[in-house]
């Protein structure tokens, strides 16, 4: 490794979590104050009178004090409208005092890239956690920010194959969220598609319900994992969040613990985003694998075109793209402007859907004299935009400026 740190940064609504990547490429954890303290709070605070700022545990402290405003669950901050200059500086003062930590720890060695993980993936996140970076020196091309979907898939495929030879699931059971994410593996020729979904189980249980009665809590747990388990093969468990720190759970573990590993421990989704780190800065070893998830396409999408007199198509996004970022254009000569047919390939649920554009509003021109432009784009994480434009045919036959646009919902 080079002497610059490579960092992970595991950013929560409750705790803050960091990792770097030692000398050999493996991902170690980063404690503070004490050797095992690994949880960094959420937490901002600005104290009007003596005209200051404070993170982590100083500002949980100092919030106890008169004048003093604490900043708490930041991540759901950059979803708010609020003022960009008053958030930009509560997330710098957060983000430089986790620098300052992960520094300290590391000898005072630079930080030279950091890749940052949230569970909500957005537009207005990676704007305003790039931002903020950039506010703290840092160019776009040394940040990262990818969700906790994508982490648990790097960290997952950096253990032993018979860990993830069949599906694996990740408990997650905080007093924000209780979840499963579930990897699915499919190999293929050329390429390996790892799908992570993600189902959201607050409805069953919450944190006070479980504080409440932990032994309810547990037939709970224990009900949904013997029913899921009965229809999928699950050869991996992970359970993670300070609800599985309590006391109890063995209906659970007696369930889950037949014949797969299970695994407990806070600290997967910030060794994963280490792990993703080294992909993205240093040297990938998982460059065969298209990463289905939260944040990233889950569909192929492609256009049926003609070339040399044969049916083919032409890809418009794979499987795997960052869906804010999925966009193509492509121009085809039309036989007859009349339709333009399109495919979507849903590997994972093994269904394709075909939808068809209808083009007989374009002009009337002799066979091969329109040109058009097809523009798509995702304009949310589960909606897709495709605009056909008509361009004419050169000097022949100008634009009509005529179009069509179309959007599909992805199920």
Known sequence: M??????????????????????EGNPQSISFGTEDNYLIPTVVCYNSELKEWSAGEEA?????????????????????ETDKEKLYHILTTYMSYLLKIAVNFCNGRLIKNVLITVDDMNPAVIEGITETFV??????????????????????LNQNKDIWINQVYFLNFTKYDFSCRKLNVIKGRQFHVADVSVENLNDRLSFSMMEESPEAADVVVADYMEEQLKKNVVSGVFLSGEGFYTDGWQKTLS????????FKGNNLIV?????????FFYTPVLDKYLISCKGRTRVKVTMA???KERDTSVTLSNIGDYWYQARSRVECIME????????????????????????????????????????????????????????????FFKSSGMAVKKEITLE
């Open 2 to 23: 080079s002497k610059g740190i490579i960092l992970g940064i595991d950013f929560s609504m409750d705790f803050t979590q960091m990792a770097y990547l030692d000398d």
């Open 60 to 80: 949980i402290n100092k919030g106890r004090l008169g004048n003093s405003k604490l900043y708490k669950e930041l991540p759901a901050m950059l979803n708010e």
């Open 135 to 156: 506010q703290l020196g840092y160019s776009q091309e040394d940040i990262k920010i990818i969700s906790h979907s994508e982490s648990f898939v790097y960290y997952v």
């Open 255 to 262: 369930v889950i613990c037949r014949n797969r590993r299970v």
């Open 271 to 279: 060794k994963g985003a280490a792990y993703g780190a080294k992909e």
């Open 305 to 307: 075109v003609k070339h």
């Open 336 to 395: 007859q402007p009349a339709e333009a047919s399109f495919e979507i390939h849903d590997i994972m649920n093994h269904r394709n859907e075909s939808f068809k554009m209808d083009l007989t509003g374009f002009p009337k021109r002799p066979s091969k004299t329109t040109r058009i432009e097809v523009n798509f784009r995702y304009i949310s994480e589960n909606t897709i935009e495709i605009e056909i434009r008509d361009l004419g045919f050169g000097e």
